[in-house]
């Protein structure tokens, strides 16, 4: 099977809520006049790019895996909507009818697709709760997180709880880059995604690293977006650090490049020699077929991509279209 394990949906309560002209638990939806989604929530506007637009329904998104020769995909609410700077006790109620919503989407189409579930993150303990709840439904095969929350990385101990429930239920968690501190040199060029968001990665996958939470949690399951950013192509840099600086070695005895090779990364690089240096260093088992659809920045053919590296073999290809994610969930039928 060809099996994207980053795709992106848009909960129906906030679809309703525009069409509506209701609040979805403070937050204010509405659409432009292209029909793109703009919502507003603790005083502040989010625009959900015109390209949500195709992510609405169930039976649309199915008819465009179809035409990218997708058997399924698994899915994750738009960045935007991780909503991080929620109350807590608000963040807890929207994660929950978000993921029901999720829950509903896969039950549309059980064969077609699956789910990473959204947390509260700025409630740890009601991240846990919503772990053990989601952990049970259908079709939820993980959990879906920013690469920061507001702007606390992913050594920070609070989150330590989120992860090792995550590992108890074997559960994934997919990190996806969102919330980027502001910086005026990525104003232009739209530099924010072409560097910010795989520096926002590289920046989560070191923090998980260096400080030892790997060694912490040894059969954890961790996914990252966009190939893991720059962090595999840094292996040698982050060894060399760990070698000769204390600061890099005081909380973790592992060499990096071997948790590099613990971790899973989507095949969205773009390039094939990009690709081919991410399975050499971590391995072809670590790499799931990833398209970022429908994202504007997402690639529209990635089976066709894969299947047209000349350096991956037919095994390779095989495992990275589906066979990993495969045996990480089971076969989807």
Known sequence: ????????????RLVNAAATGKEFRGIRMSRTETGALIGEAEG????LPEWTMKAETPETRIAELDAMRLDAQVLSIAPRLQRYSAEPGAAAIIAGEMNDDLVEWIAAAPKRFRGLAHLPLQDPKASVAEIERMAGKKGIIGFGVGTNVN?????????????????????IVFFHPANRPKDDRMRRYHLKNLVGNPLETTLAIAAL?????LDKLPTVKMSFAHAGGFAVLGAGRFDYGHQVREDAKEESATLPSDALRRLYYDSITFSERALRHVVDVVGVSQVLLGSDHPADMGTTDPVGFIEGCASLDAREKAAILGGNLETLIGHID
Do not use: R, T, Y
């Open 1 to 12: 099977m060809n099996i994207d394990f980053h795709g992106h949906f848009i909960p129906q």
């Open 44 to 47: 502040k506007s989010f625009d």
């Open 151 to 171: 702007a606390k990385g992913w050594d920070s101990p609070e989150f330590f709880p989120v992860l090792e429930a995550a590992q108890a239920n074997d559960m």
């Open 209 to 213: 690293i260096f400080s030892g939470v």
